[in-house]
C-alpha cells in the first residue's frame, strides 16, 4: 500500500493552485494595498502560500472544519456518520466533510448532495490524498475555499474583509476568517454579522481548551465587539496610472500575482494633494492637467507616480498616463548641453558666451523674450534659459553631442539627427518623464545613468552607464542650485537644482530638478495637445514643482539632504570675470569659477590691454611727455555693438600705433574671426528657394572684411556684418575672412543642393 502511495505521489502532476485562475494584488512599497484586481473567472482569489497566512488561522481552520485532517486518508468515516445523523435529525450546523473532500468538491464541481455525488466526493478525496501531500491540500483548501459572494480564500478575504494579509491578522480576525466557509452564503444579510458573532463564539470555547492562555482581558474584550467587515466596494483604487502601467507591461495572471511597487503612500497622497490643490486655485488660467514623477536617486526606486490630475475625469482625459506619453521637453534638455560642453573642454562656468543676434546657416534661433543679453556666463546663460548661448554650446559640441547623447541616455522614437538639426537644443525633439527623470537623477548620481526601478522585485542588477564625468555632472547641478526660485527671486535653502522648459506654441510646461535625494519632473498641459499662453515653464510648473519640494519638507518627506562633495579631481580658480579667461596684470576684476583639470579650456586673457596714448587719446608708442597708460577692454565688433543698444556703450580703444613686430602680433589677435558658416558643418540648400548662405566675421577693431572662397573673391562686408553669398556648385569650399592688414580667418564648409 505505501509502495503505491509512494509511486503516485511520484507521478507527474499538475500543481492544485494551477486549477483556478488569480486576481493580481497590487501593493506600495510600505506595505498598502493599491488594488485587486479580479481573477478571469469574476472572483477575488489571491494565491497566499501557507507560510504566509497566520499560523493561528491554519490551526483555527482544522479545529473548526476538520479536526482528523492531519490523520485520515481524505475521508474520516466518523466525521460522516456524525454528519448523517446531524442531517436525519434535521440539524444543519454539522456536515462530515473532510478539507480534502470541501477542496475536492471546489476542484471537480462535485454535487454531493445526492448518494452517488457523496460517494464520487469520497473516492475523489481518497485519490487526491494518494497524490497530494497534506500540506498542499491544506494551502490549496486556504486559497479556493469560499469566503461568501465572489470572494475565494483566505489571502483575497483577508484584504477585502479586514484591509490586510492574510499574515498580519489579529486573533479575532483569524477566528472570524476560519468559520466563514462552511456557511459563506449567508454573507451579506442582515443577520449574518450576528450569525458569524455567534461561530466564532463557539470556535473561541474550542480554542480556549487548547490554548488557555490566550483567555486575557483585551482578548475577551476584542472579541465581544461586534465585527466590522468591509465589503468589496470599500477596497481601495490607489496610483491607478501606476498600477495600470505594471498590469499593461507584464501578466498578472499567475498564482504569485502580488506585486509590491516601490511607491510610498504617504508620499504618493502628498504629491496627489498638492496637484489637486494647485490645480484648483489655477482654474482661471485654464490649468486643467498635471502629472509628477519622483524617484529616489540612491536607489532608483520610483516613490510618487502621478500620471493625471484626476483618473475619472474624461473631461482631461485622465485615464491617459503622461508619464509615458512623448512630449517636447522644451529648454529642460539645457543642462545636458553644458555638461557635455564641460566634459569636452568646451567651456567652464565662467566661460564668456555672446547672446546675440546669430544665423546658423537657415537656422535663426530666438531667446524667449525675444531680448539679448550681450557677454553672458556660461553658468548665467544656463541659469537664465538664454537660447542662442545653448545654440552656440551645443553647435561646438564633438562626440557625443546632444543628439547622439539622447541615444546614449536610452531616449526612444527620435528621428533622425537631421530631421532635427539644432533645434533638439531647445526641445524640438520628443521624450517621456520617465526618461527625462532618469536623465536629472544621472546629474544626482556622478554622471552614472541607471534605470528606474518601479517595483521593489529582485531585479538583476542593471549595469549603470557612465555618460558624463562626475566632475561635469556635479558642476552642472551646482550652476542650477543657484536658479532663483519663482515666489522668492533667491536660490532655494536647502538647495534645489532645476531647469524649466516651454514647449514650442505653449502646449507643455516643465519643470525638473534634484532636492536631497531626490529628483522630481512635473508637467503640465492638455493631452490633446491644445495650446494654452499660461503654459509656461517659470510661470506654472515651476510653482507646482516648488509646492511639491515644499509640502514634502515640511512632513519630512524628503528622505532628507544628502551631502554634495566636489569630486577629488576638481579644483576652484580666479579667472578675469569679464573675459572668463586667466586674468592678466591688467584684469582688476575677479571671479572664482569650478575648473576641471586636463578638460576646461585654459588661456591668459587678452579683453584688457594697457595703450600707451597721448594727450588727444591717440596711441604711442614710447612714454613721454603728456603720455599716459591706459587700459582698454579690446571687445568684437559684435559685442560692442550688443553694448551700444542695450544702453552700456564700451569706450572703444585707439587705433594701434605701428610699433614694429609688436604691433603686428597684436593686430593678428584682432583679426577677423569667423562665426558664420560653422566650420566643417554641411549645407543643404534648396534649389528652387535659392537660399543664400551668410558669411559674417567679427574683429576688435572696426574695419573692413574681404571674403574668398577658394581663390574666387566674394566680395566684402564690415566686421560684424553678414555678406550673403550663393554657391554656384555644390562641393568643399575653404571660405576666408581677409582685414586690411592681412589677417585672415578660414573655415572649410560643405554644400549640397536638393530640390
Request: with cysteine; aromatic share 8%; hydrophobic share 40%.
Amino acid at each position: 500500500m505505501f509502495v503505491v502511495l509512494a509511486v503516485l505521489r511520484l507521478l507527474p502532476k499538475p500543481p492544485l493552485q494551477a486549477q483556478a485562475s488569480y486576481s493580481s494584488a497590487f501593493y506600495s512599497g510600505d506595505g498598502a494595498l493599491l488594488r485587486l484586481s479580479l481573477a478571469r473567472d469574476e472572483q477575488y482569489r489571491v494565491w497566499t502560500p501557507l507560510e504566509q497566512i497566520d499560523p493561528r488561522l491554519v490551526e483555527a481552520v482544522q479545529l473548526y472544519e476538520d479536526r482528523w485532517f492531519a490523520w485520515h486518508p481524505g475521508v474520516n468515516p466518523a466525521s460522516l456518520v456524525r454528519g448523517a445523523v446531524s442531517t436525519w435529525s434535521g440539524d444543519k450546523r454539522r456536515g462530515g466533510s473532510t478539507l480534502s473532500m470541501q477542496l475536492v468538491r471546489r476542484l471537480y464541481r462535485i454535487d454531493s448532495r445526492s448518494p452517488v455525488g457523496k460517494l464520487r466526493q469520497i473516492a475523489a478525496a481518497l485519490w487526491l490524498e494518494s497524490r497530494y501531500g497534506k500540506r498542499e491540500i491544506l494551502e490549496a483548501y486556504l486559497n479556493l475555499a469560499p469566503y461568501g459572494g465572489n470572494i475565494e480564500g483566505a489571502g483575497a478575504a483577508s484584504l477585502i474583509y479586514f484591509g490586510k494579509r492574510a499574515d498580519q491578522l489579529l486573533l479575532p480576525e483569524a477566528l472570524a476568517l476560519a468559520v466563514i466557509p462552511q456557511n459563506p452564503n449567508r454573507r451579506g444579510g442582515e443577520a449574518w454579522p450576528v450569525a458569524l458573532g455567534h461561530a466564532r463564539g463557539r470556535l473561541w470555547q474550542a480554542w480556549l481548551k487548547r490554548h488557555p492562555h490566550d483567555l486575557a482581558p483585551s482578548q475577551q474584550a476584542s472579541l465581544n465587539l461586534p465585527l466590522n467587515l468591509r465589503s468589496v466596494k470599500e477596497l481601495p483604487f490607489a496610483a491607478p496610472h501606476a498600477v495600470q502601467t505594471l498590469m499593461r507591461q507584464s501578466h498578472f495572471q499567475t498564482p504569485a500575482a502580488q506585486t509590491t511597487l516601490s511607491l510610498h503612500m504617504p508620499t504618493q497622497r502628498t504629491v496627489e494633494r498638492t496637484i489637486t490643490q494647485f490645480l484648483d486655485n489655477r482654474k482661471g488660467q485654464g490649468l486643467n492637467n498635471a502629472a509628477a514623477l519622483l524617484v529616489d536617486t540612491q536607489t532608483m526606486q520610483v516613490r510618487a507616480w502621478v500620471g493625471s490630475a484626476n483618473w475619472f475625469d474624461d473631461k482631461i482625459d485622465g485615464q491617459v498616463n503622461a508619464t509615458t506619453a512623448k512630449r517636447s521637453p522644451g529648454s529642460t534638455l539645457k543642462p545636458f548641453i553644458y555638461a557635455l560642453a564641460l566634459d569636452q573642454g568646451v567651456l567652464h562656468p565662467a566661460s564668456i558666451l555672446k547672446d546675440a543676434p546669430t544665423a546658423f546657416g537657415t537656422y535663426s534661433p530666438e531667446n524667449f523674450d525675444g531680448r539679448f543679453e550681450g557677454p553672458i556666463t556660461a553658468a548665467n546663460a544656463l541659469v537664465r534659459s538664454r537660447n542662442i548661448p545653448a545654440v552656440q554650446v551645443s553647435a561646438k559640441l564633438k562626440q557625443p553631442n546632444l543628439y547622439q547623447f539622447l541615444k546614449l541616455a536610452g531616449v526612444s522614437q527620435l528621428a533622425s539627427e537631421q530631421h532635427y538639426g539644432l533645434a533638439l537644443t531647445l526641445g524640438g525633439g520628443e521624450l517621456s518623464m520617465e526618461e527625462l527623470l532618469a536623465m536629472y537623477a544621472m546629474l544626482a548620481n556622478g554622471g552614472e545613468l541607471k534605470p528606474l526601478q518601479f517595483t521593489t522585485d529582485p531585479t538583476p542588477s542593471a549595469e549603470g552607464q557612465q555618460l558624463l564625468s562626475p566632475e561635469a555632472a556635479f558642476i552642472t547641478l551646482d550652476m542650477l542650485r543657484n536658479n532663483p526660485r519663482p515666489d522668492t527671486g533667491r536660490p532655494a535653502f536647502p538647495r534645489v537644482a532645476w531647469k524649466t522648459g516651454t514647449s514650442w506654441g505653449f502646449r507643455d510646461a516643465w519643470t525638473a530638478g534634484v532636492f536631497g535625494r531626490y529628483a522630481l519632473v512635473v508637467w503640465l498641459g492638455n493631452f490633446d495637445a491644445t495650446s494654452n499662453p499660461a503654459l509656461v515653464g517659470v510661470q506654472a510648473a515651476a510653482p507646482l514643482f516648488f509646492q511639491i519640494v515644499d509640502s514634502l519638507r515640511s512632513q519630512g518627506l524628503d528622505a532628507g539632504e544628502v551631502a554634495t562633495k566636489a569630486p577629488a579631481n576638481l579644483s576652484r580658480v580666479p579667472v578675469c570675470a569679464a573675459s572668463g579667461d586667466l586674468p592678466n596684470e591688467h584684469c582688476k576684476q575677479l571671479a572664482e569659477t569650478w575648473f576641471i583639470p586636463g578638460k576646461s579650456p585654459i588661456k591668459l586673457s587678452t579683453l584688457h590691454r594697457a595703450v600707451l596714448v597721448d594727450a588727444s587719446g591717440r596711441a604711442v608708442c614710447r612714454l613721454g611727455a603728456n603720455i599716459r597708460e591706459e587700459v582698454f577692454e579690446y571687445w568684437s565688433s559684435d559685442m560692442l555693438q550688443l553694448f551700444a543698444q542695450a544702453g552700456m556703450p564700451r569706450r572703444v580703444p585707439p587705433v594701434p600705433a605701428r610699433c614694429g613686430v609688436a604691433v603686428a602680433a597684436e593686430a593678428q589677435g584682432d583679426g577677423p574671426r569667423i562665426v558664420s558658416p560653422l566650420q566643417g558643418a554641411s549645407y543643404v540648400l534648396r534649389v528652387k528657394q535659392a537660399t543664400p548662405l551668410t558669411l559674417r566675421a567679427n574683429a576688435a577693431r572696426q574695419g573692413l572684411v574681404y571674403w574668398f572662397a577658394d581663390a574666387a573673391y566674394l566680395g566684402q562686408s564690415a566686421t560684424g556684418k553678414d555678406l550673403s553669398w550663393q554657391p554656384a556648385a555644390a562641393g568643399r569650399y575653404l571660405l576666408s575672412a581677409v582685414d586690411a592688414q592681412g589677417v585672415a580667418d578660414t573655415r572649410e564648409v560643405a554644400v549640397e543642393f536638393t530640390n
